[in-house]
T-cell receptor, first 110, second 112 residues
C-alpha cells in the first residue's frame, strides 16, 4: 500500500466551479499535512498547511483534515484557468521527512 | 526577499561526467533537502542536512553525494551521471524538522 495516495487525474472543472482534490495516507502517526501547487516545469509552492481536524480556509482555498479517516482534501472555489497545475499532497510524522503523494493534475477549462 | 536559490537552472552534462548543482538560502533555515523529480512523478528525497548532520535516504544511489560547507549553501554532486539521472533536482529548506519546506526553482539536468 502506497503511503500517500492521490488520484492522478486529470481532473477537469469549468472556470468558476469548485475543484475538489483528495489525498489519503496510511501512517496514522502523521501529524502535519501540506498542499503544494506545481506548475509544469516549475518547483512546488506551498498553498496551505493543516495540522488539526476540521477546515482551514485561506482565500479561495480550503483544506479539510479528517485524521480518523486518514483523509485530507483541498477545495478550490471559483476555479480559474491559472489554477491549472499539479497539486501535491505531503504528509509528515513529527520530526520526520515529507512523504509526497503522486499529485493530481487539475485542468480548469475557460 | 528571503529565498531559496538554485544554480544553474539548466545543466547539460555528458554521460559519466561529474556535475555539481548548487543551492543557497537566505532564510537561515537549519534543514536543507535535495529531491529528485522525474516527469509526472512526486519529488523523491535523496538526502538532507540538519545543520551539519547529513542524513542519507536508504535508497539513494552512491553516485549522489552532498556537501554543506555552511548554513547558507548546499551542493549536490553526481559523480558519474547516467541517462537515468536526467531529472529536475529540487532543493528545499525548513526551519526545523517537521516544519514547512520551501523549495527553490529547481535545476533541470539533461544527460547526453
Amino acid at each position: 500500500q502506497k503511503e500517500v495516495e492521490q488520484n492522478s487525474g486529470p481532473l477537469s472543472v469549468p472556470e468558476g466551479a469548485i475543484a475538489s482534490l483528495n489525498c489519503t495516507y496510511s501512517d496514522r502517526g502523521s501529524q502535519s499535512f501540506f498542499w503544494y501547487r506545481q506548475y509544469s516545469g516549475k518547483s512546488p509552492e506551498l498553498i496551505m498547511s493543516i495540522y488539526s481536524n476540521g477546515d482551514k480556509e485561506d482565500g479561495r482555498f480550503t483544506a479539510q483534515l479528517n485524521k480518523a479517516s486518514q483523509y485530507v482534501s483541498l477545495l478550490i472555489r471559483d476555479s480559474q484557468p491559472s489554477d491549472s497545475a499539479t497539486y501535491l499532497c505531503a504528509v509528515m510524522r513529527h520530526g520526520q521527512n515529507f512523504v509526497f503523494g503522486p499529485g493530481t493534475r487539475l485542468s480548469v477549462l475557460p | 526577499d528571503a529565498m531559496v536559490i538554485q544554480n544553474p537552472r539548466y545543466q547539460v552534462t555528458q554521460f559519466g561526467k561529474p556535475v555539481t548543482l548548487s543551492c543557497s538560502q537566505t532564510l537561515n533555515h537549519n534543514v536543507m533537502y535535495w529531491y529528485q523529480q522525474k516527469s509526472s512523478q512526486a519529488p523523491k528525497l535523496l538526502f538532507h542536512y540538519y545543520d551539519k548532520d547529513f542524513n542519507n535516504e536508504a535508497d539513494t544511489p552512491d553516485n549522489f553525494q552532498s556537501r554543506r560547507p555552511n548554513t547558507s549553501f548546499c551542493f549536490l554532486d553526481i559523480r558519474s551521471p547516467g541517462l537515468g539521472d536526467a531529472a529536475m533536482y529540487l532543493c528545499a529548506t525548513s526551519r526545523d524538522h517537521g516544519e514547512t519546506q520551501y523549495f527553490g526553482p529547481g535545476t533541470r539536468l539533461l544527460v547526453l
